[in-house]
C-alpha cells in the first residue's frame, strides 16, 4: 500500500512563490510515474504536472508552463512542486499521485493508482 502526503500549502499573495512537499511511503517510489493535479471550487480536477521515475521527462499544463518546476528526490521518496508567480486563478486543493504503471501520456486522473489527501493553496489578488 502507497501512502502520499502533501505539505506546503498556505496562503500567498498574487506573483509569490510555494513549495509544495509529497512525502511517500510503502511501494517502490522510483519505479513510479508521480503527478500534481489541482481541484478548485466546482471545477473538475485537472493536471499540473507530473515527473516520471527517472525525472527526464516532466510535461506542464499550458497554464503552469513557465512558473510551475516539478522535481523529485528517489533517495528520500519524495516529489517537489515549486510554484512561482502565483496567480489568484492557481488557487485549488493540490494532490499528488502515484501511477505504478508506465503510461504513454501522464496527464488523466484514471492513470494514477494513489492519491494523497490534498493541500490547500490560496492566491490572494
Known amino acids: 500500500q502507497v501512502r502520499l502526503a502533501e505539505s506546503g500549502g498556505g496562503l500567498v499573495q498574487a506573483g509569490g512563490s510555494l513549495r509544495l512537499s509529497c512525502a511517500a511511503s510503502g511501494g517502490t517510489f522510483s519505479s513510479y510515474t508521480m503527478g500534481w493535479f489541482r481541484q478548485a471550487p466546482g471545477k473538475k480536477r485537472e493536471f499540473v504536472s507530473a515527473v516520471s521515475w527517472s525525472g527526464n521527462s516532466t510535461p506542464y499544463a499550458d497554464s503552469v508552463k513557465g512558473r510551475f518546476t516539478i522535481s523529485r528526490d528517489n533517495a528520500k521518496n519524495a516529489v517537489y512542486l515549486q510554484m512561482n508567480s502565483l496567480k489568484p486563478e492557481d488557487t485549488a486543493v493540490y494532490y499528488c499521485?502515484?501511477?505504478?504503471?508506465?503510461?504513454?501520456?501522464?496527464?488523466?486522473?484514471?492513470?494514477?493508482?494513489?492519491w494523497g489527501q490534498g493541500t490547500q493553496v490560496t492566491v490572494s489578488s
Open positions: 499521485a502515484a501511477s505504478t504503471v508506465v503510461h504513454t501520456v501522464a496527464d488523466v486522473t484514471s492513470l494514477y493508482d494513489y
